[in-house]
Structure formats: structure tokens, C-alpha cells
């Protein structure tokens, strides 16, 4: 294992190469287009042995890796925003057809107006897909994460493609000291992919064929149930990646200081090392506060909500979106998975840091304090500079 200083998306790289993937393809898009360059090079330098597919959008980048995921490769490839927008359809096939594709998406808000800032709204929009989905908070954590969403999607009990994201410029462009694993390491970890493909090279087959209303219901409740296993499957890798490295990031729902919290604010992405100082910082006050981080947004950790939930009186959601509906998304899937409970704590949203607007220690402490004092509104804007309902 050796230390290197690198960004999200070299860390995105770098474990694409050490997953041996056997195809890349490739359409840059900024804050994206690092990860593939630093694919090229590999490549082009013989570090990599696959194939690079540069392609004329990201609609055919996906095409390309769900094509050659459902002949057995292990693929890769990596988007942002608007590029994510494009491939939707896709997103759609890739889940259906069970092909275990990897992405890394680096979170862009979505225009208009421009932005290539951060926020979460590409990667929540496709919540409905059938991806896993991952958020990293540090260029270590999207490292391993890569590396062990490798293993997950291929898992024959999950089969499903997943994605790996970090936040926009905090990660993507921000260097970081990463571990990296030797390639005998992570040989040992993610052996080459096992021959489960739907099609054979020189034989005549059919993938995505027309199904009735006799089955097509069965075909979506099968996609459910393998996300539904993908929890337990991922606790298992995430074990086994720990007695490599020695790195555990807390599973679907990492917690910090929340043992004796009666105020739990949920957090994703690179909001949640902000977070943890001002955790820190309120405790010193006397504050019981604690925190709870999404990591996985799908599957989407009910069991461990429901259980932090039982403990405390106050939940606040921090979410990097909006979806125009009662609330964040975040705040939706919190509420609907505790809705069920007998006796439920007070849950507040808190929408902050669209379009890469910085989601200070301020904000965090006045969304924690409006949290412990007051039982509404239920979704509050954070830090608006301007509250009239003119266009």
C-alpha cells in the first residue's frame, strides 16, 4: 500500500485500474472529465489493459458499458449533471438487463442557469432507477468505496449497476492524502468478474425482449428484492475490505456522537465533516447533538434510521436538493421510513449549499440550533438572500 496526495476523481481512477476493469468508455464533462483523462493515461501507458471507448455522448458512454457488461466485462465510466440528465434512459436499461456496471458521478447542479458548482439533484433525480447509490465525504472514502462498489454490483445476489459520487470541487479538484491498496491486495479482494453474462459472444440472444403483463411485474419485484439484499451484501464486503486495509466508513448509515443525543442532524457528502466539528463544538456548549450520515441513498438504510430514531426526540436533514415536492428528498425518505414507528421524534428539513454555495460551520450550528428550539417550519431554506415570490 502506498500514500499518494490526489483528488476525488484520480481516487475514482485509481480504483477503476486496480479493478482491472476490461472496458472504459469515455465523454468529458466538467468537473467529470479528470477521471477519464487519468484512465487514458493508464491505458496509454500500459498500466491498464482495456478497452477505452471514446464515444460522441454520454447516452452511448452507458450503451457502450451495458453492452459490454452484459457480454461479462467489468466496466466503468464516469459522468456529471447534465451528462447524467442524458443518460437517464439508460440508467433505466442498465438496471433492468442486471448489468453490474460501476460510475463514478461527480454531483453538479443541474441548469438552468449554468452552474458546475455542487448540489445533489442529478444523482437524487435518478433515486428511481434501480442504481445504488453511494456518497463519498472524503477522497479515501471514494477510493475504497469504488473499489468495493466493484464487488457489489457483481455479487450474484445484487446484479445491479451502481454509482459512486463525490461533491463537486470539494472532492473532485481538492487533493487529499489516499491509501491506495496494492494491486495483489485488491486481486485478493475483487477476484476477475465470474461468468454470469446474459449474452455469449457468437451466439444469437435476445436482452430486453418484449415482456407482457403476464411478468413484467415479477421482472421489476426481482430488481427490488436484489436491492433489498444489497444492504446485507455490502456489510459483508465492507467487513472483508476492513481486514485488508484496515478501513471501515460505517456502513449504510455511519453515526458520530449520537450514543447519548436527544438531536440527530442527517447529513451527506462533504456537509458531514463540517458537521462533525460543529457536533463537536455544541457538545462543549453542553449540547447533546449528534449525527447521522446518508452514505447509501439507495438502498436506503430504513433498519438503521428506525433504530437511531427509537433513541432521540429531535431529526433535522440537511439536503443539497429540492424536488419541489412537501420537501427534500433526503427529508421525504427519512420521513416516510420512520412514519411507521408508534412514537416518532420531530423531523425539520433544512434545503442548503445548491449550486455549490458553501455550507459553512454557521450553517450547520443555526440549522442545529432552529432544530433544538423550534418544531417547525417542516422545510425551511437556509441562508436565502432573497425570500420575494418575483421570477
Same mark, same amino acid.
Given at each position: 500500500?502506498?500514500?499518494?496526495?490526489?483528488?476525488?476523481?484520480?481516487?475514482?481512477?485509481?480504483?477503476?485500474?486496480?479493478?482491472?476493469?476490461?472496458?472504459?468508455?469515455?465523454?468529458?464533462?466538467? %468537473?467529470?472529465?479528470?477521471?477519464?483523462?487519468?484512465?487514458?493515461?493508464?491505458?496509454?501507458?500500459?498500466?491498464?489493459? /482495456?478497452?477505452?471507448?471514446?464515444?460522441?455522448?454520454?447516452?452511448?458512454?452507458?450503451?457502450?458499458?451495458?453492452?459490454?457488461?452484459?457480454?461479462?466485462?467489468?466496466?466503468?465510466?464516469?459522468?456529471?449533471?447534465?451528462?447524467?440528465?442524458?443518460?437517464?434512459?439508460?440508467?433505466?436499461?442498465?438496471?433492468?438487463?442486471?448489468?453490474?456496471?460501476?460510475?463514478?458521478?461527480?454531483?453538479?447542479?443541474?441548469?438552468? %442557469?449554468?452552474?458546475?458548482?455542487?448540489?445533489?439533484?442529478?444523482?437524487?433525480?435518478?433515486?428511481?432507477?434501480?442504481?445504488?447509490?453511494?456518497?463519498?465525504?472524503?477522497?479515501?472514502?471514494?477510493?475504497?468505496?469504488?473499489?468495493?462498489?466493484?464487488?457489489?454490483?457483481?455479487?450474484?445476489?445484487?446484479? +445491479?449497476?451502481?454509482?459512486?459520487?463525490?461533491?463537486?470541487?470539494?472532492?473532485?479538484?481538492?487533493?487529499?492524502?489516499?491509501?491506495? %491498496?496494492?494491486?495483489?491486495?485488491?486481486?485478493?479482494?475483487?477476484?476477475?468478474?465470474?461468468?454470469?453474462?446474459?449474452?455469449?459472444?457468437?451466439?444469437?440472444?435476445?436482452?430486453?425482449?418484449?415482456?407482457?403483463?403476464? +411478468?413484467?411485474?415479477?421482472?421489476?419485484?426481482?430488481?427490488?428484492?436484489?436491492?433489498?439484499? /444489497?444492504?446485507?451484501?455490502?456489510?459483508?464486503?465492507?467487513?472483508?475490505?476492513?481486514?485488508?486495509?484496515?478501513?471501515?466508513?460505517?456502513?449504510?448509515?455511519?453515526?458520530?456522537?449520537?450514543?447519548?443525543?436527544?438531536?440527530? +442532524?442527517?447529513?451527506?457528502?462533504?456537509?458531514?465533516?463540517?458537521?462533525?466539528?460543529?457536533?463537536?463544538?455544541?457538545?462543549?456548549?453542553?449540547?447533546?447533538?449528534? +449525527?447521522?450520515?446518508?452514505?447509501?441513498?439507495?438502498?436506503?438504510?430504513?433498519?438503521?434510521?428506525?433504530?437511531?430514531?427509537?433513541?432521540?426526540?429531535?431529526?433535522?436533514?440537511?439536503?443539497?436538493?429540492?424536488?419541489?415536492?412537501?420537501?427534500? /428528498?433526503?427529508?421525504?425518505?427519512?420521513?416516510?421510513?420512520?412514519?411507521?414507528?408508534?412514537?416518532?421524534?420531530?423531523?425539520?428539513?433544512?434545503?442548503?449549499?445548491?449550486?455549490?454555495?458553501?455550507?459553512?460551520?454557521?450553517?450547520?450550528?443555526?440549522?442545529?440550533?432552529?432544530?433544538?428550539?423550534?418544531?417547525?417550519?417542516?422545510?425551511?431554506?437556509?441562508?436565502?438572500?432573497?425570500?420575494?415570490?418575483?421570477?
Amino acid at each position: 500500500m502506498v500514500e499518494l496526495v490526489i483528488s476525488g476523481n484520480y481516487a475514482q481512477s485509481y480504483a477503476a485500474k486496480l479493478a482491472r476493469v476490461h472496458v472504459v468508455s469515455a465523454y468529458p464533462i466538467t %468537473p467529470q472529465t479528470s477521471i477519464v483523462e487519468k484512465l487514458a493515461e493508464f491505458v496509454a501507458s500500459g498500466e491498464l489493459h /482495456a478497452e477505452y471507448i471514446k464515444v460522441e455522448s454520454e447516452h452511448s458512454a452507458l450503451q457502450a458499458c451495458i453492452s459490454a457488461s452484459a457480454l461479462g466485462a467489468r466496466t466503468y465510466t464516469a459522468t456529471s449533471s447534465q451528462g447524467l440528465l442524458l443518460m437517464h434512459e439508460l440508467l433505466h436499461w442498465a438496471a433492468g438487463a442486471r448489468t453490474p456496471v460501476v460510475m463514478g458521478v461527480v454531483n453538479r447542479a443541474v441548469a438552468p %442557469p449554468w452552474s458546475i458548482w455542487t448540489d445533489h439533484t442529478d444523482t437524487v433525480a435518478q433515486r428511481d432507477t434501480g442504481w445504488i447509490q453511494f456518497y463519498g465525504e472524503s477522497n479515501q472514502e471514494v477510493l475504497d468505496t469504488t473499489l468495493m462498489a466493484f464487488r457489489l454490483a457483481e455479487h450474484p445476489e445484487v446484479r +445491479l449497476p451502481t454509482m459512486v459520487t463525490e461533491d463537486a470541487f470539494y472532492l473532485s479538484h481538492t487533493v487529499e492524502p489516499v491509501d491506495i %491498496p496494492s494491486q495483489e491486495e485488491i486481486d485478493r479482494f475483487l477476484p476477475p468478474r465470474e461468468r454470469s453474462a446474459t449474452l455469449e459472444v457468437g451466439t444469437a440472444m435476445r436482452l430486453g425482449s418484449f415482456t407482457g403483463p403476464d +411478468l413484467y411485474m415479477e421482472f421489476r419485484h426481482k430488481i427490488a428484492a436484489a436491492m433489498g439484499r /444489497a444492504r446485507d451484501v455490502f456489510l459483508e464486503i465492507e467487513d472483508d475490505y476492513a481486514r485488508l486495509t484496515g478501513r471501515n466508513h460505517g456502513g449504510p448509515l455511519p453515526t458520530y456522537k449520537v450514543d447519548d443525543a436527544d438531536t440527530v +442532524l442527517v447529513t451527506m457528502g462533504t456537509a458531514t465533516t463540517t458537521a462533525k466539528g460543529v457536533v463537536d463544538a455544541m457538545r462543549a456548549d453542553g449540547h447533546k447533538v449528534g +449525527l447521522a450520515k446518508l452514505r447509501t441513498f439507495r438502498p436506503f438504510p430504513v433498519q438503521e434510521l428506525r433504530e437511531l430514531a427509537g433513541g432521540v426526540d429531535r431529526i433535522g436533514v440537511l439536503d443539497r436538493s429540492f424536488t419541489f415536492g412537501a420537501a427534500g /428528498a433526503a427529508f421525504t425518505e427519512v420521513a416516510g421510513a420512520l412514519y411507521s414507528l408508534p412514537q416518532r421524534p420531530v423531523l425539520r428539513d433544512f434545503v442548503a449549499g445548491l449550486g455549490g454555495r458553501d455550507i459553512t460551520a454557521t450553517t450547520v450550528r443555526e440549522a442545529l440550533l432552529d432544530l433544538l428550539t423550534r418544531d417547525g417550519p417542516e422545510a425551511a431554506w437556509v441562508e436565502l438572500k432573497r425570500r420575494d415570490g418575483g421570477d
